[in-house]
C-alpha cells in the first residue's frame, strides 16, 4: 500500500509515478501496473464530462468519480482534486468539502490548485488529518485570467512560484504538482524543498511525472504537447464499436452460441 509517507521517503530515491483516472476499469489496470498515485482529476471535466474546461466540475461529480476509483484501488493512493470553488472561499466549507473525499469517497489525500490563498488552509487541512497535494504553475481552474499558457517565465513569476512551493512544503503538504513551467526552474524548486515535486509539462528534474490518463492511451481529441502517446485505445474501439454495428446489420450476431431456445416455449401459437 502507498502511503504518503513512503512517497515522501521515494523523494531523491525512486521516480514517482501518477496517472489521472476517473473510472473503476481504468482505475484496476492503473494499480495492477504498480502506478503510484491515481489522481481522480478535474481533468475529467475536460475528459469524461465532456466540457470544455474544468470548471464546470461539482462536487458531487468529484465524489462520485473519486468513490468509483478508490473501490476498484488496492495499492495506490488515491488523490481527488478538489474542483474549482469547492475550496478557498470559506474555511468551514473547504474543510467540509475536503472532508467528504476522505470520510465519504475513501480518497487518501486531495489536490488543492494552489496559490497564496491556500497556505493556510493547506496547514488546517494537514492539521485535521487530511493530506494535501499542493500544485503550482499553470492552474487550469485559473483559465480565465491566465489560458493554458506556460508560467514562470519572468524572474518574477519563478520567484513566486519558488516562494510558494516553500510556504506549501512548509504547510505541511506532502507532495507539489508543477504544471508547465520551465524545467530549469521545476529542478530549482525541487531542489529548495524537501517534499516530492511530481511534474507535467515541467521536465525531467522533477521527483515524479503526472500525465492524463486519455493522452496516455490515445483516447484524447488534442493532447497538450507536452503529453506523450503511448497506446492507441480510440481505434481498437472504434474497431469494437464498428465491429459490432456491422455484425448486428449483417446479421451476424447473436449467433446460435450467444442464443439460448427454451424448448418449452416451442409452440406459443
Ligand atoms: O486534473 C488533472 O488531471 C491534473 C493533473 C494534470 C495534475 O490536475
Ligand atoms: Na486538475
Do not use: W
Amino acid at each position: 500500500m502507498v502511503t504518503v509517507r513512503a512517497l515522501r521517503a521515494k523523494k531523491g530515491t525512486a521516480p514517482i509515478t501518477m496517472l489521472t483516472a476517473y473510472d473503476a476499469p481504468t482505475a484496476r489496470l492503473i494499480d495492477e501496473a504498480d502506478i503510484d498515485i491515481i489522481l481522480v482529476g478535474d481533468s475529467m471535466g475536460n475528459t469524461a464530462l465532456g466540457y470544455e474546461s474544468t470548471l464546470p466540475v461539482t462536487i458531487d461529480e468529484m465524489q462520485s468519480r473519486t468513490s468509483a476509483v478508490a473501490r476498484a484501488t488496492t495499492d495506490a493512493l488515491v488523490v481527488a482534486d478538489m474542483p474549482f470553488l469547492s475550496f478557498g472561499v470559506d474555511e468551514a466549507a473547504s474543510i467540509e468539502h475536503c472532508g467528504r473525499m476522505l470520510k465519504e469517497a475513501d480518497a487518501d489525500a486531495v489536490k488543492l490548485e494552489s496559490g497564496p490563498h491556500t497556505v493556510e488552509l493547506t496547514e488546517r487541512l494537514v492539521q485535521l488529518g487530511i493530506p494535501v497535494m499542493a500544485h503550482l504553475g499553470l492552474t487550469p481552474q485559473r483559465v480565465k485570467e491566465v489560458g493554458y499558457s506556460r508560467q514562470g517565465t519572468d524572474r518574477d513569476e519563478a520567484r513566486e512560484i519558488l516562494e510558494l512551493a516553500e510556504a506549501h512544503a512548509e504547510a505541511g503538504a506532502f507532495s507539489l504538482v508543477l504544471e508547465h513551467i520551465p524545467a530549469n526552474l521545476a529542478k530549482q524548486v525541487t531542489e529548495a524543498i524537501d517534499i516530492p515535486t511530481i511534474g507535467i509539462g515541467a521536465g525531467a528534474g522533477c521527483d515524479g511525472q503526472v500525465l492524463v490518463i486519455d493522452d496516455v492511451i490515445g483516447l484524447s481529441e488534442r493532447a497538450p504537447p507536452f503529453a506523450r502517446q503511448f497506446g492507441d485505445v480510440k481505434s481498437e474501439m472504434e474497431k469494437a464499436i464498428e465491429g459490432y454495428r456491422d455484425a448486428v446489420t449483417g446479421g451476424e450476431f447473436p449467433a446460435d452460441e450467444h442464443s439460448h431456445v427454451e424448448s418449452d416455449l416451442d409452440k406459443l401459437y
